[in-house]
């Protein structure tokens, strides 16, 4: 696996850019995205206005692809912010229509500086996620010291070359075009692709 994003230092970067549709303190969502910083002037706060129910951290990549987990980690301090408690994990390919990928309700408070991962099964290739804020522990507002959002592994083989493991897309040539092959597996019962098809 892969972390999807660059370390941000701002709303917009190299193609990647950070929405919060909420307005909730959104000077500051990029710092919500930098690897590990997670002190308190350097995290993103998410402010509670009754007007905006819910919060949203929101991030367009320049490619689509599918999530394997989000990582998320709380600030060095519990005294001027709150852990999340549920909120749902979304995707969407326009930015307008948006599906849920996973649901966290009523999680327990994160220790400071603790970092929880919470893997997303299955997730069809998107180019815009969002982390969908409906309720964090203290109800007025939440604090988050970092998100971070990870490529699933592509299908195909691994070889190890040179003592560094390699991606391969089995291909095969047909009427002078080359082609990739459709590989299957069969997994509980049930056939699943590989890679290819």
Known sequence: MEIAHPVMDSFSQDGYILQDPGNYDVDYLWKAFRYGSVEPTDAWTSLYDPA????VAQMEFPDSFALSQVIIQATG????????KTF?????MDGSVWDIL?????????????ARTYPVVGSA??????LN????????RTKIGD???WKAELGGIKLSIGGELKHM???????????????????GGVLKNVSGC
């Open 52 to 55: 905006y129910p819910l919060a």
């Open 77 to 84: 301090t519990t005294s001027d912010g709150s852990s999340l």
């Open 88 to 92: 749902d994990v979304e995707g969407s």
């Open 102 to 114: 996973l649901s966290v309700v009523d999680e327990t408070v994160f220790a400071p500086d603790e």
């Open 125 to 130: 290739s998107y180019s815009h996620y969002r």
């Open 133 to 140: 804020i409906i309720a964090g522990q203290a109800g007025d």
């Open 147 to 149: 998100i971070s959002y």
């Open 169 to 187: 897309v089995p291909k095969i040539m047909q009427g002078g075009v080359l082609k990739n092959v459709c590989m299957k597996v069969m997994q």
